[in-house]
């Protein structure tokens, strides 16, 4: 059991999502299968008044493999210890299952190979801390456990877990620039994000890097929030596209490419020993000839990344 001492008062299923950093249905679970107590009380209604100084406890399941969707694809590993596993997803693999997906998904290659997940994201996510979208590659986190897991979901909420991106654009960014637009789903198109004054608060900062042939740019982005297509989202918001990105306003007689964002440095604070880490994701070999075609001497670019915008050592 886990446990922490309640420093206001208010709703259990709050307060724990808080604590947690996680969504409330996956706190509202947690305490329905009576795995949260309050001073030594088992608790089962996420409505609960927790009172200031009160001790809350949970605990979480053990992973439950199920039988995964069958797949034929690898995926490449970048690190792999007891806690963690850091991958570099490719194109065209969906993190985690959904209603609506039904190809296999990153997860089932994880089940697959029968490693230990955390389930505190839900059996649907096992060991999942953050994700990256369809068409996005790069690197990505797994916790093996729920302790892990908790440690990552609290280094994204204080920032000292992160990604820089790299993507190439249709037209070059006037300077660095930061945005902070506040993202929900797009009215007029279930599948798009957009700016909204209801959405959520999101911010992104986005760094020139390299201009190459037919004005197109390459650029470093980071993210302050996590939101759905928030890059996208973002730079469609400056007039901006990233190449291949048909969905958010890219144009281009040329549609064969997939969108050209990539997670390329992903740096944390390891969850057991407390070392700071760094990972470099490879390019995928559909970018690398796009950068060679368009962009001269771009490999010094990106190997300056680590250097102009972080400063932790290398595992």
Known sequence: MESFVAQEAGRLDKILTQHLNQSRNQIE?????ALVSVNNRVVTKPSFKVLEGQTVEYSFKEAIIKAPQAVDFDVAILYEDEDILILNKPAHLVVHPAPSVKEPTLVDWLMARGISLSTLSGEERHGIVHRIDKETTGALVVAKNNEAHQKLSEQLQDKSMGRYYLAVIDYPLKEDTIVEQPIGRNPNNRLKMSINSHGKEAKSAFAKLLEGKERLELIAAKLYTGRTHQIRVHLSHLGRHIVGD??????????????????YLLYLIHPRTGKKIEVVAPLFEDMERLLEAKFDSYQKTIESLKERFIDTPSI
């Open 29 to 33: 679970k947690l305490i329905k299968e």
């Open 246 to 263: 048909e969905l958010y306003g890219y144009q281009s007689q040329n549609s064969s490419y997939r969108v050209q964002l990539h997670a």
